[in-house]
């Protein structure tokens, strides 16, 4: 049937394959015989003694002994891991929260210098002890940040106060005024404008 041409006398190209015959897959080899769970391992004694559990195991083979102390010869001390100062995380939990203070004016002041001390404190005191000092370090960095953001936040707020002081004023005794005679917000709005 595969020798016969379709009706156009050529054969399809998008036509499958003529099928092959598979051959059976080989057998799987038979699976040893089960060893008993509760018998004796390889190389045991054929018979156990009278407790039923057979011989002890024989010890590990011995292991050159360690010293109980010190270092071991040919070897260096190993050095000392500084970990880091309670100080010095102090500083710079101190210094983070001064960093989100510092956009308060005035307020925001108090909490970087206290983190900027601190921080010199625990760089000095990690240098006499041999520790790391990247903890330190950072709580100065941002205390020092935060403390130049918020002189700068005080200072123009400052300006601004001093400069427009005479408006500001004008302007809360509209306000004043507005609430102690229940002004309309037309009223309010006229005075507001009033206001040089």
Request: glycine residues 12%.
């Amino acid at each position: 049937m595969s020798d016969q041409l379709p009706p156009g006398g050529t054969p399809d190209p998008y036509a499958p394959p003529p099928a092959q015959p598979v051959p059976p897959p080989p057998a799987a080899p038979a699976p040893p015989p089960a060893a008993d769970p509760y018998g004796a391992p390889a190389g045991a004694p054929a018979e156990a003694p009278a407790g039923g559990y057979g011989a002890p195991p024989p010890p590990p083979p011995a292991q050159a002994a360690t010293p109980a102390y010190g270092t071991p010869a040919g070897y260096a001390p190993a050095a000392k891991s500084g970990g880091t100062s309670g100080l010095a995380i102090a500083a710079l939990v101190v210094a983070i929260l001064g960093l989100l203070g510092s956009w308060f004016p005035f307020l925001g002041l108090p909490l970087p210098v206290i983190g900027l001390i601190l921080g010199l404190v625990a760089m000095s005191g990690d240098k006499k002890a041999g520790r790391a000092r990247g903890v330190s370090i950072s709580a100065v960095v941002v205390s020092a940040i935060a403390l130049l953001i918020g002189l700068f936040i005080t200072v123009v707020l400052s300006v601004l106060l001093a400069t427009n002081s005479d408006t500001i004023g004008s302007a809360f005794e509209c306000g004043q005024k507005a609430s102690e005679n229940s002004w309309t917000q037309q009223q309010l709005d006229d005075c507001i404008n009033s206001i040089p």
